[in-house]
């Protein structure tokens, strides 16, 4: 009976493990457009060029994201995607090596550096100037 409670408690402890370390991923539906905000300068832009929203929205699909504690309020930038009508999809802030997403915190995955994400966000006109 000892060894059937023990492998019980071995298996709720790897259980609690794995949702402890499971990787999310965000996921945003058809976007018509998106609207970026940076902190500290007030600057503002709306994209709706169809190639430049999908390629900012694969980026930031594609970043392996892990459930944490929040570091804070200090964002640098907001990223809200937007359908056709302009009513908000969904929306991503960055917070240094944090992402806030639905109302969560994440960390980036081990290995995974935001500077791809933040040097296209650079790279936009009339956002950085």
Not at 57 to 69: G, Y
Not at 105 to 117: F, Q, T
Not at 119 to 125: A, F, K, M, T, V
Request: with cysteine; proline share 2%; charged share 20%.
């Amino acid at each position: 009976m000892k060894k059937i409670l023990a492998l019980i408690l071995v298996l709720c402890l790897f259980a609690a493990l794995a949702a402890c370390t499971q990787v999310h991923r965000i996921s945003i539906e058809d976007p018509a457009k998106i609207m970026i905000d940076k902190q500290g300068g007030g600057m503002s832009v709306t994209l709706t060029d169809a190639k430049t929203v999908g390629h900012i929205t694969d980026v930031i699909c594609q970043i392996p994201l892990q459930k944490a504690e929040s570091n804070g309020d200090d964002w640098s930038y907001r990223i809200q995607w937007l359908d056709e009508s302009g009513k908000t999809i969904t929306t991503v802030t960055i917070y240094g090596a944090q992402i806030r997403w639905e109302g969560r915190s994440y960390n980036l995955s081990i290995g995974v550096d935001l500077s791809v994400l933040t040097d296209l966000l650079e790279s936009i006109p009339g956002l950085n100037q």
